[in-house]
């Protein structure tokens, strides 16, 4: 798929890649395109950019076929190291968290929660687990997105990271009860992994966190 031929409008200017809306069609698509770094050897920039792009379009289809709900990939165009996915309608998490109720909060972690388990049943942990970084369907529905840092592991350590991400993004972002929430979360996250690495998992993201204080007080 040439993704130069797309009429396109930019949508986000991020760190690693760009953001466009485009169509194709009658369907709306984001282009996701990542960008050089000048700073870098160009051979070893584009060697970079290249696998990130393969392995992001990659775990993003073995997450689809897992059942999670992400965005489906379209085309991939190595050539401008970009992936084309479906455009998402909803609203950003951490834009709607505030304004629900208690129980409405937590019927949407819980429905997070249970993505998550299913990414990391698959071996995917996504790495950048945050309220940004989940869409909200106009029928409540949420959707994981953005996997640029994703990878495949199975290490409790790697899933802990994803939890602990995601209740530090709750803590910094939002009113709701921190502990409310995360609780919520995680009887959604057993639902699909079980009991046992639900265990696991949350009580490395629960060490993760106080080795972080305690480099914070050092």
């Given amino acids: 798929m040439d993704t130069e031929s797309l009429t396109s409008t930019p949508l986000h200017r991020g760190a690693e890649a760009d953001l466009s809306l485009a169509t194709i069609g009658p369907w709306k698509v984001i282009v996701k ?3 050089r770094k000048e700073y870098r050897n160009p051979i070893l920039d584009e060697r970079i950019r290249h696998d990130r792009t393969i392995s992001e379009a990659s775990v993003i289809h073995e997450a689809k076929a897992a059942g999670a709900r992400v965005p489906s990939i379209v085309g991939v165009d190595i050539e401008n190291n970009a992936i084309v996915m479906t455009h998402l309608d909803g609203t950003v998490a951490r834009e709607c968290f505030d304004d629900m109720g208690k129980s409405e909060a937590q019927k949407l972690l819980r429905s997070i929660g249970e993505q998550i388990g299913l990414l990391h049943k698959a071996g995917i942990v996504h790495g950048d687990l945050t309220t940004s ?3 909200v369907s106009p029928f409540g529905a949420p959707f994981i997105v953005d996997f640029g840092m994703s990878r495949r592991s199975v290490e409790p350590e790697d ?13 910094a972002s939002h009113r709701q009860n921190p502990s409310s929430m995360m609780n919520s979360m995680i009887r959604g996250y057993e639902k699909t ?5 639900a265990s696991s998992t949350w009580r490395k993201a629960r060490e993760i966190a106080r080795r972080g204080r305690y480099f914070a007080i050092r």
Avoid at 193 to 197: D, I, P, S, W
């Fill in 133 to 135: 970084n989940v869409i």
């Fill in 193 to 197: 992994t079980g009991k046992k690495v």
């Fill in 33 to 35: 395109r990542r960008v």
């Fill in 159 to 171: 899933r802990g990271v994803d939890l602990h991400l995601l209740r530090r993004s709750i803590i």
